[in-house]
């Protein structure tokens, strides 16, 4: 297997994360007859700063030459006075569109051994497993037209869907409840939207074509709630761009913590890989970054772009192995607990590493 890999670090706590991602990847190469090849590419702020872009061109083109794109995370404090047209989120909105992925798979675990992270007690998040299929190219984030008018004293920005972008995300959404354990919940505000309206009926036409899978709707303030309270009720939850946003960023108080959360970007000319969280300017360049959200992404480029089912399996495996073993990184450590090591970004990265080089060469052997 030869993958092009386009490497766009960003801001922040990107490069230390993606970094950890790589040598994860590289691991498995060299186990297997793999060569990954990776080319870094600007984007965000550092973009706006080298190129005075957020995306350049040469970032885009080398995207679309590669075979997947592993991002780390964008956003800078120092531009948040700038329009969100020029913001490092606009390299980030810019990319998701030129490489055409619609359907965002976030998958949230609740590891057992993080039990005690969670605000919600033990009972309620333990066995919790929800893949969030959201939308990613439709809805307020690319709907036009879109405008603050500071001498009219307004602002608008535009909710659209086409029937078309529903299907096709639904319909990805309903094949991946399919392999799991049948049940979809489709997320809306359809007792107040016109798009969650025409949402709600084109999900209910797709899920004529999937007989085994349960279907609910569920309106999103209500499964804001429901998320917290019975979060191990759902399986599959589908939902449209901004919702999507909201509610992944809450299933991070399931698993413990944001930094725990990958995602992959599927349907468009090349997949995405980016974890959930964002920047976290706050703590960067300083090792206390989870690089777990990066590494469990890098499993999930192994899985729907190199097709190394087996592989991004024992990197997520590697992850439940050093988390059982008690080692955290600060956004997961929780006081003086027996058993627990606060470790640091590399550190993190290195103990995974290790497990998967063990279970690699075990299931060589
Ligand atoms: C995410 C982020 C992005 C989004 C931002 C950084 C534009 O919050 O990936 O969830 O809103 O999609
Ligand atoms: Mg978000």
């Given at each position: 297997?030869?993958?092009?890999?386009?490497?766009?670090?960003?801001?922040?706590?990107?490069?230390?994360?993606?970094?950890?991602?790589?040598?994860?990847?590289?691991?498995?190469?060299?186990?297997?007859?793999?060569t990954?090849?990776?080319?870094a590419?600007?984007?965000?702020g550092?973009?706006?700063?080298?190129?005075?872009?957020?995306?350049?061109?040469?970032?885009?083109?080398?995207?679309?030459?590669?075979?997947?794109?592993l991002?780390?995370?964008?956003g800078?404090n120092?531009?948040?006075?700038?329009?969100p047209?020029?913001?490092?989120?606009?390299?980030?909105?810019?990319?998701?569109?030129a490489?055409g992925?619609?359907?965002?798979?976030?998958?949230?675990?609740?590891?057992?051994?993080?039990?005690?992270?969670?605000?919600?007690?033990p009972?309620?998040?333990?066995?919790?497993?929800?893949?969030?299929?959201r939308?990613?190219?439709?809805?307020?984030?690319?709907?036009?037209?879109?405008?603050?008018?500071?001498?009219?004293?307004s602002?608008?920005n535009?909710?659209?869907?086409?029937?078309?972008?529903?299907e096709?995300?639904?319909?990805?959404?309903?094949?991946?409840?399919?392999?799991?354990r049948?049940?979809?919940?489709?997320?809306?505000?359809a007792?107040?939207?016109e798009?969650?309206?025409?949402?709600?009926?084109?999900?209910e036409k797709?899920?004529?074509?999937?007989?085994?899978?349960?279907l609910e709707?569920?309106?999103?303030d209500s499964?804001?709630?429901?998320?917290?309270n019975?979060?191990?009720?759902?399986?599959?939850v589908l939902?449209e761009?901004?919702?999507?946003?909201?509610?992944?960023?809450e299933?991070?108080?399931?698993?413990?913590?944001?930094?725990?959360?990958?995602?992959?970007?599927?349907?468009?000319?090349?997949?995405?890989?980016e974890?959930?969280h964002?920047?976290?300017?706050?703590?960067?360049?300083?090792?206390?970054?989870?690089?777990?959200?990066?590494?469990?992404?890098a499993?999930?480029?192994?899985?729907?772009?190199?097709?190394?089912?087996?592989e991004?399996?024992i990197?997520?495996?590697?992850?439940?192995?050093?988390?059982?073993?008690?080692?955290?990184?600060?956004?997961?450590?929780r006081?003086?607990?027996?058993?627990?090591?606060?470790?640091?970004?590399?550190?993190?990265?290195?103990?995974?590493?290790?497990?998967?080089?063990?279970?690699?060469g075990?299931?060589?052997?």
């Open positions: 297997m030869h993958l092009k890999i386009a490497l766009l670090a960003g801001d922040g706590i990107g490069p230390e994360v993606t970094q950890e991602a790589v040598n994860a990847l590289n691991a498995v190469a060299e186990f297997g007859s793999h990954f090849e990776y080319t590419l600007r984007i965000g550092v973009a706006i700063d080298a190129d005075g872009t957020p995306l350049p061109d040469a970032t885009i083109q080398g995207c679309l030459a590669s075979d997947a794109v991002l780390g995370a964008v800078d120092k531009f948040n006075t700038l329009p047209s020029e913001r490092p989120e606009a390299g980030l909105l810019k990319i998701r569109a490489l992925g619609f359907a965002n798979l976030r998958p949230a675990t609740a590891y057992k051994a993080l039990a005690d992270n969670s605000p919600l007690r009972e309620i998040t333990e066995g919790a497993d929800i893949l969030f299929v939308e990613l190219l439709g809805g307020l984030y690319f709907g036009a037209p879109r405008a603050w008018d500071k001498q009219a004293g602002a608008h535009t909710m659209v869907y086409t029937e078309a972008e529903v096709r995300v639904a319909r990805i959404a309903f094949d991946l409840a399919a392999k799991r049948n049940r979809l919940t489709s997320v809306d505000k007792n107040v939207l798009t969650s309206q025409m949402w709600r009926s084109i999900v797709v899920a004529k074509d999937f007989p085994a899978v349960t709707h569920q309106l999103v499964m804001a709630i429901h998320l917290m019975r979060p191990r009720d759902f399986d599959v939902t761009n901004l919702f999507g946003d909201i509610l992944s960023d299933s991070g108080v399931i698993t413990g913590s944001l930094g725990m959360l990958p995602s992959a970007t599927l349907g468009g000319k090349v997949n995405l890989y974890p959930v964002g920047s976290a300017p706050d703590i960067a360049g300083q090792g206390k970054a989870n690089p777990i959200g990066a590494i469990l992404t499993a999930m480029v192994l899985r729907h772009s190199a097709g190394l089912e087996r991004a399996k990197i997520e495996n590697a992850v439940v192995q050093v988390l059982d073993a008690g080692y955290r990184t600060t956004d997961i450590a006081g003086n607990i027996a058993g627990q090591q606060t470790v640091s970004t590399t550190k993190m990265g290195e103990l995974v590493l290790d497990r998967v080089t063990a279970d690699l075990a299931a060589a052997s």
